[in-house]
């Protein structure tokens, strides 16, 4: 409020300023005098804008792996850990298209469809009807709770994707119009624009892959990378109990995915940027909680050591076997 009255009070000045300018306009001395002064004047607000008063680029970079079996690339579900719900569109697309589910790359080309595609989902399910939410993730002793719902101080409306158009802009990606849970749709800042390159092959020779949106206040890129892959489940083998020749029968397929914002240096000091700025910070820890792969082992081993700890203590030992996930019912 005091930064806006202060505003009002300089336009105001700045208007009578140049009205007695005008007045006295055959007065060379006063023109003389005050045209270099307005220079300096806009120079100086020029550079308060474009130079010192930017936001700096957010960035964030993680690792994400995909554990699957080599003979049919079904999905490999270790107990303990997290699951991604994403990981039901493999036998989906399998039951439904055979053929699109085979892989030239052993894996990592189809697996890195899913990667973009578990983005979406992800997206689509922390901001279905608004972009302005309030995000709460309780885990207790009771379990996880998470919970999303419109911020208190939601003000800005929003540009809402439905399905049929982001299954559009998946084009070429084979998990298109694929979803593990029922979404109406996805919704950005209002006036934003959604682009998807779905992975292919770089001039470097690599699998890349790339989401961009942009509005006038922050251009967002979601990059995927191919990084590595092993007919090997490394630590997951140990918890599972897996000799070395078990361990053949499966592939690990690993990528890296970086997330970068870059802010308008036009509306760094603008009211609503701070909602833009905690929009960018939503969306990478929505990312990192499903798919960094840091996250995921630290919480794997937590649940392993913490079961293992029951059965010593209740002195009653289950037997957990990874799954391989069957085919959703829901596909929209």
Known sequence: MKALIVLIVLIVATGLAFYVV????ES???????VPISVAALIGVFLSVFLFGGEPA???RFPTVFLYRVSDLQPLAPPDRPLLNSLFEVPTLAAKQPEL???KESGAALYHELLQKAIIDKLASTFPHSWEVDIADFKTGMGQQLTVQPAQDATEPSTKLTLSELDALLKGNRFAGTYATPSPGLALPLGSSMTIASPHTAPSGMLEGRIAIKNAFV???ISTGYSLWMRSLGGYRVLMGYSWEQEQDFASAQYIVEVRAQFSRLRSGHPNMPKYKKWVSQIISALRADLDEQVLWSQTRENYLFRKELERVSGVVTPLRPSFLGPIQHTP
């Open 219 to 221: 251009t967002l890129t």
């Open 28 to 34: 060379e001395k006063i023109v003389t005098a005050v």
């Open 58 to 60: 957010v960035t964030a």
């Open 101 to 103: 589910a085979k892989d």
């Open 22 to 25: 005008w007045m006295n306009r």
